[in-house]
Structure formats: structure tokens, C-alpha cells
């Protein structure tokens, strides 16, 4: 199954006159992903697609498109205009908080009537008090009302606010702010499935997130309408954690994007039904039964014998991705890594031609996708597209 799996593929890339490095994206499979997550959503629980994780915009409408969502989550100013100017009517949620200058910066960068528009699609994540204040600033400057989606720390401690003061004195500011809008709060929690599932840890750390949670929006409860904390956008969860809610009274919308193309970081039990569907596709330049290690020639009799094995070079190397077909294939200490030609040891008598394609599962999809100009998209029998990542953003 798996060997002719690999085979489709490789006669697919030779068919659509591929000879180079590509993120091969298996359509099927992501559609099926989709599908699995949509699944596992409790009802009129709505979802959010990471970008971050997908980043490629034809990729990015295709599951909007399929998973009938117009929520996306973006993490960096450039990566936010690219998805204004692709999805101008996507809401963004950012996942960040970014200094106010790269937000001022999106803004100096668009006409007056695209600006409004923008302030209308965006949410900028703020995590503190003097944060919120600089928001201010900007939006008074700009003479534009800015959507603000508070941070709340859960558990996971890489900041925002906790119940508390702090929050207090943000959601007082925004209360009487005119030129700000409580847009939402986002709870990232995906500590909750990485903590051992000992003596009790994990479901402390999980009711203690839920805890937090509701306070948080008890707490607005103080400021704003019972009707308007229900109704914003009560963002939580990612890959690893969507899968833990039944119901929608904390979150009203979660957020994934790794889960759909499952790179290998997210082999967890909580994806056990999702298929891995984006590879690293490359030609096997050199294909040799006698591996050859550097100058091993002149070494002395201490050094042992030749390995035996299939040695092969690849057209590029060294990604956050191991190889998966053919079988066995390993990087070798002996001769390194390398991003022009990576050596990679098989077994004996590999059947595999100079130039056909090898096969490697990334290991997480967001830088990877970036380092393949062309993506592959393959549609069950061939090669039926070529998209493009998005341009590099950090
Ligand atoms: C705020 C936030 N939400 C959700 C996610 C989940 O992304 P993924 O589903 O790709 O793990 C991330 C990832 O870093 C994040 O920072």
C-alpha cells in the first residue's frame, strides 16, 4: 500500500516533467483531513485555519473554501497584507501581539479606503495594559476604529493577561474607548496535551485553563453586555488541543492549521485520524551499491571495512524532514548533513534509478513550506496544480 502509494507519486512528478525539490501536497488527503476536523467540532463551534501552518494562499481559500470558514489567524505584518490583498474578506485574528509600529506600518502602506477596510478585517492581539494604550494612539492617529482580541494567559505563561488587574485596567480602557472595540480573547493552551498524564497533572492543568478562561470573561461580563462576551471571538486551542472541547460555552471557535497536512511533530493520539498529506519530494541525483566513504581509501586497516548499503545523494538536503520511501534511507554521520547534496544510507540492492524521486515527511510545516518556491498539488492520479508559499515573512 504504502510502496504503491510512493509509486502514483513518483510517476506523477515524472509525468508533470518535475526534476527538482517540491513540497508535493496530496489534495485527497487534505480534503480528508478537513473533512476529520470539521468532525471532531462540537456544534456551531467555528474554526479558524493558522496560517502560519498553511502558508500559501491558493492553499489557504482551498480549505476556507472547503472548510466554510472566512476566520484565519495570521503572525506577522507582512503575512497580514498578503492575506488582505489574497482574502480581502477574511477576518484576521493575529496570534502575536506585534509592536505598534508594524501595525501603524500595515496601515501606512494602504490607501485611505483600504485602510478602513483593513481595520475592519483585523484583530490585533494586545497582551498588556501599556500595549492597549499604544493601540490607542495609533487608532486616534489614524483616526480609524482598531479591533482589539485580548491575550489571556491559560497556563501556557508566554504572556498575556491572568484574570486579574491587569485585565481589569485593559478591559476598563476599552470599555470607554472610542477609538477601540473588544473584538475577542484568545486562550492558547497547547501545554494541555504535551504535560504527562500523570498523577492527575493534566486534568488540573486543563480545569485550571477552563477556570481561567471563564473568569477572563467574567471579568468582561463587568464591562461590557452579557451579549457581547457571548458573541465575540472566544479563540482557543491549535493542533494538538482542539480536540478536547464538547461544547462551545468557553470557546466559540478554535483554532488549527498543522492537523490538516500532519508533518510528523503532530503523531499524537489526539490526530490519529489524519493522514499525513504534504511531502518533500526530491531526485535521487546519484544512485550507487558500493558506498564510499570520504578518503576511506587511505585510511588505515583500524578504520574497518567499507559499508555496505545503497548510497545516495539528493538534490538539496539537510530540511527539518526525514526521509519515509524508499524504505531505511538515514543521513549519515560519517559524511554530514548538507543543503546541496545530502548523503542518505539505504539498505543493500535499493531498487531506485539515478533521478527518481525520493521521499521525505517534514517534521513541522511552517518553515518548510516556505523553502519550496513550487507546491506540488496532487490530485490522486497526477499532478494537477503548482501553487505558490507565500513570500518569506518573519
Ligand atoms: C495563538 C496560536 N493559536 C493556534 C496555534 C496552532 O497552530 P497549529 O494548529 O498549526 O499547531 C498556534 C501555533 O503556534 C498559535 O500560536
Redesign the pocket.
Known sequence: MRAAYFTKLQKALAAADLAEPVLLLDRQRLDKNIKQLKRMLPKNMAY?I?A???PSAPLLKHIAAKADTNRL?S?NRVMSEQILAAMPKADQLL??PLPVAAAAALFDGLAAVKGKQAARQMQW?VDTPTRLKEYEALAAKLKLKLRVNLEIDVGLH?GGMMPGPDLEAALARLAKSKNLSLAGY?G?E?HLSKIPNIGGWRRRAKQGAAQAYGAALAQGRAHFTAAHIEGMVR?M????T?GLYQDTALANEL?????LVKPSD?DMPMLKDFEPAAFIATPALKVSQEVRLPALEYASKMLGKPKTGTGIFIHGGYWMADAVWPKGLKTSGLFGRSSNQEFLLGPKNLPLKPDAFVFLRPTQ??AIFLQFPKIAVFDGRRICDIWQPLPVSA
Open positions: 479558524r493558522v502560519k501552518s498553511l489567524m503572525f496570534g502575536k492581539l508566554r484568545l492558547y497547547p479563540n486551542a491549535g493542533s494538538p482542539f483554532a488549527a492549521g498543522s492537523a503532530f510545516s511552517e
